[in-house]
């Protein structure tokens, strides 16, 4: 079993529909989460991070964690054509988060259609 | 703020040759930078750790004598790939670490170097 698991989709939804990406994980060691898009041909790009179970919310983004469930969740509201990109999934076995070693999902290719 | 930037963004080279690639965060100091390799439709796979001014923890499964990493300073962090085979076309990432105000940390990632091997 993989530490993290993440459905590789592909996803596609029309322009305004509300996204839900999902990891799980299998080490409950895990402690700081994090959600980076990566657009194709580059590098990836930090959307959200957080380091407790509960929502954490930034503009249309929503980052959801279950600690007890060891499940994570990206919710994107009134998703937009420029939503579209793979979303990873990361999380890291230290408190500190950006210095240790981040274990990735496979991503999530997401498509919004206009 | 927390830019990284990577050079050349994309390069060939033959097989056999040297490629150095370089990271750089622009706009803070990095202690601890990554060096990552994203095959296609594949995730990140770490390569190797490198801390400024000490050796560079490499992953298991990647040759340090191949993938040649220095960290000279708190901004800069080159990996070079020696002797170049076409298995080792692949995007190499780098990324850096910035801390924040409440002292939390995070990985901010450069923008890639799509390698290609003939």
């Known amino acids: 079993q993989k530490e993290v698991e993440q459905d590789p989709g592909p996803l596609s939804v029309p322009e305004g529909a509300i996204v839900s990406l999902n990891c799980t994980y299998s080490?409950?060691?895990?402690?700081?989460f994090m959600w980076y898009r990566q657009y194709s041909r580059k590098g990836p790009e930090l959307l959200m991070y957080?380091?407790?179970?509960g929502n954490k919310e930034d503009g249309r983004f929503t980052a959801q964690v279950d600690k007890s469930s060891k499940y994570i969740s990206l919710f994107i509201r009134d998703s937009q054509p420029s939503d579209s990109a793979t979303y990873l999934c990361?999380?890291?076995?230290?408190?500190?988060?950006?210095?240790?070693?981040?274990?990735f999902g496979k991503g999530t290719k997401l498509t919004v259609n206009p | 703020g927390a830019v990284v930037s990577q050079h050349p963004s994309w390069v060939i080279c033959k097989s056999g040759t040297s490629v150095k690639i370089e990271c750089r965060s622009l706009?803070?100091?990095?202690?601890?930078m990554f060096w990552y390799r994203q095959f296609p439709k594949q995730s990140l796979m770490l390569m190797a750790t490198?801390?400024?001014?000490?050796?560079?923890?490499?992953e298991q499964g990647v040759e340090k004598d191949k993938f040649l990493i220095n960290h000279a300073s708190l901004t800069l962090s080159t990996l070079t790939v020696t002797s170049a085979h076409p298995e080792d076309s692949s995007f190499y990432i780098c990324?850096?670490?910035?801390?924040?105000?409440?002292?939390?940390?995070?990985?901010?990632f450069g923008p890639g170097t799509r390698l290609l091997v003939l």
């Open positions: 990324s850096a670490t910035s801390r924040d105000t409440l002292y939390q940390e995070t990985q901010y």
């Open positions: 080490n409950s060691a895990f402690q700081y």
């Open positions: 957080t380091y407790s179970s």
């Open positions: 990361a999380m890291t076995l230290g408190a500190q988060g950006g210095s240790e070693k981040l274990v």
């Open positions: 706009d803070f100091q990095a202690t601890t």
């Open positions: 490198s801390n400024e001014g000490s050796k560079a923890t490499y």
